[in-house]
């Protein structure tokens, strides 16, 4: 489920607690954790309702002016269910400190590569594709995909894992390399140590 920065900011800020969806499937479940450049939200309700009984209350909890505004952001097909989702805000993600990291030490270097070298047991991604998200920040993932002659959804699958380890940041449009995978390219680069290893 995408968020806009205005939810995500809100949802933060404890002033939204509500979206509405328009899907011809349901695509969040009660008990859903979502972690996103705004903190750990979780899916506390979902429920289907008629776009007509949401009232200008439920609007401001998800951050409209009026539930005409809402009603007019609705996109999908016509006939497909509103859904009404309760989000709660469960904190930062500890990601996001892990990434802020500008600098790493040998064993902190030597733990990224070694779950990097695990990550490329079967084929070698991880390094190119770290060096094309540090060169091409912004980059949507079918343009990163064709710079790596992937396919585009298996390649952000592996992005959220090195997202995982601290390593890069999701963008509204796109990636940007973060100062632990940063630091992690220059230490490989600079000091002559291997990056991750491939399949033997």
Same mark, same amino acid.
């Given at each position: 489920m995408i968020l806009s920065m205005t939810v995500l900011e809100g949802l933060a800020a404890g002033t939204i607690d509500l979206v509405f969806r328009r899907w011809s499937k349901q695509n969040v479940r009660p008990g859903d954790v979502l972690r996103l450049e705004a903190g750990v939200i979780e899916v506390d309700s979902v429920e289907i309702v008629d776009p007509a009984t949401i009232t200008d209350a439920d609007a401001l909890r998800s951050g409209a002016d009026s539930a005409n505004a809402v009603r007019g952001t609705l996109r999908g097909p016509a !006939?497909? #269910?509103?859904?009404? =989702? $309760? &989000?709660?805000?469960?904190?930062?993600?500890?990601?996001?400190? &892990?990434?802020? *990291?500008?600098?790493?030490?040998?064993? !902190?270097? *030597?733990? =990224?590569? !070694? %779950?990097?070298?695990? &990550?490329? $047991? $079967?084929? #070698?991604? /991880?390094? *190119? /594709?770290?060096?094309?998200?540090?060169?091409? #920040?912004?980059? %949507?993932?079918?343009?990163?995909? !064709?710079?790596?002659g992937r396919e585009k959804e298996p390649l952000k699958v592996d992005i959220r894992k090195l997202k995982n380890l601290g390593l890069t940041h999701s963008l509204e449009v796109g990636y940007r390399i973060s100062p632990r995978g940063a630091a992690y390219l220059r230490l490989s680069r600079g000091t002559g140590r291997p990056g991750p290893a491939g399949p033997s």
């Open positions: !006939d497909a #269910p509103v859904y009404r =989702i $309760r &989000l709660l805000y469960l904190g930062p993600d500890p990601r996001r400190a &892990l990434s802020a *990291e500008t600098e790493l030490s040998e064993k !902190d270097f *030597e733990a =990224i590569r !070694d %779950r990097l070298s695990k &990550l490329d $047991r $079967r084929r #070698p991604w /991880t390094h *190119e /594709t770290l060096r094309q998200i540090a060169g091409n #920040p912004g980059r %949507r993932a079918q343009e990163l995909a !064709d710079l790596l």
